[in-house]
């Protein structure tokens, strides 16, 4: 089984270097490893290193409460990054609580091996769903501690079909699983596991600390004043689409900003062009405060790495992504006490399930279901005071995975 997950693996890289003629992320996650060993040797001083593997920018969010803690508790200790994606290796390659941070190398046995012997860990970190097999068996061999972080298990995985055999026994080469919910925890108890514990998601941590110190922005403070303001973060094309209806039809008060998923020009070009109506303006613009803001109706987040603290000024947030493959993250929304909006596959978030039950965040499916929840929510002030006060008191209540994973 080993040799045929690995020949997947080869054929899936193959796959990837045929894309990147065409496709400029998947160029960027192939000439991000071209080299990646000879950096790795280059600029690695084995000792004291732990290891923390994300895919991306969601789940390294989940990593950095538990490295802050780390460097805070243990400042001697080396922190190395690793990512799969491009998106979370270009965001956050110059962070500043991470010693190292490369590309993942494809998770071959050799490869593997390869990158074992150059890092040397004392302790190991993935997260969420990362699961490298080959990885997973070499840190396994070696003696070294691995840990999951943030789990989240489905039925659905295969490590509970029939032919799930080979990768259910990986699980037990992990010396403990964190998981995030009840849920997870019967599954892995299905299978006969005993090396997992609830610790809850520490997400829920990192934006709570960010809320403690957040970055003020002069030119959107003015951008926003004594207006009604929805933000669309995250957001794709299909999201874009509905919220042009809505803002055509909407009273004069109420302005957007929106920061879309891709910020490529051809992106921005596009929503310039759906909101046409309400004299666009791109953040980068302006260096400074500029009264032509006060005749805007629709700021464009045109930079990654900001929306966290945007969030601040919104009344009502649309998380973007629900049309799509699925939502992006709610938590930093839900931190600051606005109520949430997204499409309709967001199924598979725990946060995104709990605060629709909780009656914080609506799920809408269209233009029109839309336009129901955003008149609801502007005009209902009791109603939106209360959608708030839920999600405060979900994070609230949801705080304390880093402590837990620390102490354990």
Request: a neutral charge.
């Amino acid at each position: 089984m080993r040799c045929l997950y690995s020949f997947s693996i080869e054929v899936y890289a193959v796959l990837l270097k045929i894309a990147a003629l065409f496709i400029p992320k998947a160029k960027l996650w192939v000439d991000g490893r071209a080299y990646v060993f000879t950096k790795i040797e280059a600029e690695i001083e084995p000792g004291n290193i732990v290891w923390f593997h994300a895919a991306s920018v969601g789940e390294f969010e989940q990593a950095r409460p538990l490295i802050e803690a780390l460097k805070k508790e243990s400042p001697l200790k080396k922190v190395l990054v690793t990512f799969f994606s491009p998106s979370g290796y270009e965001l956050r390659k110059n962070y500043e609580f991470a010693d190292y941070v490369f590309y993942l190398p494809i998770d071959t046995p050799k490869n593997a091996s390869i990158f074992m012997d150059a890092i040397r860990p004392e302790s190991v970190y993935f997260i969420k769903y990362e699961f490298w097999f080959n990885y997973i068996n070499e840190i396994h061999k070696r003696g070294i501690p691995l840990y999951l972080v943030s789990g989240i298990f489905r039925e659905n995985q295969h490590f509970f079909k029939w032919y799930g055999a080979w990768f259910r026994k990986h699980l037990s080469m992990f010396k403990h699983i964190y998981v995030q919910d009840s849920t997870s925890a019967k599954l892995l108890e299905s299978l006969k596991l005993t090396n997992f514990s609830i610790s809850g998601d520490t997400r829920f941590d990192r934006v709570f600390e960010n809320t403690k110190k957040l970055i003020k922005y002069d030119s959107v403070e003015h951008f926003c004043e004594n207006n009604r303001i929805l933000l669309a973060g995250s957001s794709w094309p299909k999201d874009e689409d509905i919220i042009a209806q809505y803002m055509k039809q909407c009273s004069d008060d109420i302005k957007l900003i929106i920061a879309p998923h891709e910020v490529d020009e051809n992106h921005l070009l596009s929503i310039e062009k759906s909101f046409l109506d309400f004299n666009p303006i791109r953040w980068s613009k302006y260096e400074k405060i500029d009264e032509k803001l006060v005749s805007s109706r629709v700021l464009i987040i045109d930079s990654v790495g900001k929306l966290m603290n945007l969030y601040q000024y919104s009344e009502v947030a649309f998380i973007g992504g629900g049309f799509g493959v699925g939502i992006h993250n709610i938590l930093e929304a839900a931190c600051f006490g606005t109520p949430i909006i997204f499409g309709p596959n967001y199924s598979k978030f725990k946060e995104a399930r709990d605060l629709i039950y909780l009656k914080g965040a609506n799920s809408i499916s269209n233009y029109a279901e839309l336009k129901e929840v955003l008149d609801s929510l502007f005009k209902n002030k009791n109603l939106l005071e209360d959608k708030s006060n839920i999600c405060l008191k979900y994070i609230d209540d949801n705080i304390g995975a880093t402590e837990i994973i620390m102490k354990g």
